[in-house]
């Protein structure tokens, strides 16, 4: 497994994952990011991101049955593993300590 530190797009790349379940191929990854983020997302950028998440050890893919519509090439399906899951809990308890830190942050949030 390569290094474990986990970028801010790759965090966005692997909620995004654990959100879509069984239907987390690349451009659906895509398209969902573009939806919540409301920023451009580049199929490439997202794919060597999916290879990078892969060799950390955060996610597993495999292939999907060929179909007509995409000329009988076969989609890639993307899950979060344990170890995935549990960095994304590291993750966000951290950033929630941290905005625990921001004392006007701490009021009650209307």
């Known amino acids: 497994m390569k290094g ?3 970028g801010e797009f790759e ?3 692997l909620l995004t994952i654990a959100a879509l379940l069984t239907e987390a191929y690349s451009v659906a990854i895509c398209d969902e990011i573009e939806r ?3 920023r451009k997302v580049k199929l490439g950028v997202v794919h060597s991101v999916l290879n990078r998440l892969e060799e950390k050890g955060f996610v597993n893919s495999q292939l999907g049955e060929a179909t007509k519509v995409r000329g009988g090439r ?7 593993t344990h170890a995935g899951k549990a960095t994304l809990q590291k993750v966000k308890s951290q950033r929630d300590e941290l ?3 921001i004392p ?3 009021l009650k949030m209307i």
Request: charged letters at 35%.
């Open 11 to 13: 965090e966005v790349v």
């Open 99 to 101: 905005w625990k830190l």
């Open 74 to 80: 076969r989609k890639r399906y993307f899950e979060v």
């Open 4 to 6: 474990t530190n986990l």
């Open 104 to 106: 006007e942050f701490n």
């Open 36 to 38: 919540i983020t409301d």
